[in-house]
């Protein structure tokens, strides 16, 4: 013999009980507390005293570029930071694509350095793109310049020495933008 199974629908009561209640945000709950405290008796109090204060912590590479840079501004695009890095290189001397992304914060970011200073040619201030240069000390974006031969004249100009398409004594002219900004 053969039962059959009805399916019962369930109330309007009972499809209410089982849904969850609605979540509240998160500004609207409050945090667990012990009896007897309160939120301003569970913070670390600082001292009053002037000659115990902490110092305030220095300032990030971008923060740095942002005091640099006239204008103030702070929501600044990456590439507009490096074009700003790569201003502040000195006369003879050159960094490496993986320097300025390190000044940045962002070390793993040397080929988006490398695309920046392709994108040079469009910023409104110039910039030097000649000055950068891969980790060896290699002449790699020097395909980027019309003629090929410019980048390696523009750095001889500044008296740097320059060997099959590669710097000679690389680390005398080295700029590492992290410690000198």
């Known amino acids: 013999m053969a039962t059959s199974k009805k399916k019962i629908k369930p109330t309007a009561k009972a499809t209410a009980a089982r849904k969850p209640a609605p979540k509240k945000a998160a500004s609207a709950r409050k945090p667990a507390s012990r009896p007897g405290t ?27 570029l942002s005091i640099l840079r006239p204008s103030g501004q702070k929501e600044d695009s990456f590439f507009e930071l490096v074009h700003e890095v790569a201003r502040q290189i000195p ?38 793109a000649h000055r950068v240069v891969n980790s060896l000390g290699l ?19 500044e008296g740097i020495t320059i060997k099959n398409d590669k710097i000679v004594d690389f680390k005398k002219h080295f700029w590492d933008p992290a410690q000198e900004m």
């Open 38 to 64: 309160t939120k301003s008796s569970l913070r670390p109090t600082a001292a009053k005293s002037s000659s115990s204060r902490t110092p305030e912590p220095a300032p990030s590479p971008r923060e740095k």
């Open 91 to 128: 006369r003879g001397r050159v960094t490496s694509y993986g320097a300025i992304a390190a000044a940045l914060g962002t070390r793993l970011s040397a080929r988006m350095v490398g695309w920046a200073m392709n994108a040079c040619h469009l910023s409104k201030k110039p910039v030097p």
């Open 139 to 157: 002449l790699t974006g020097r395909h980027h310049f019309q003629p090929p031969e410019k980048m390696q004249q523009l750095l001889e100009k």
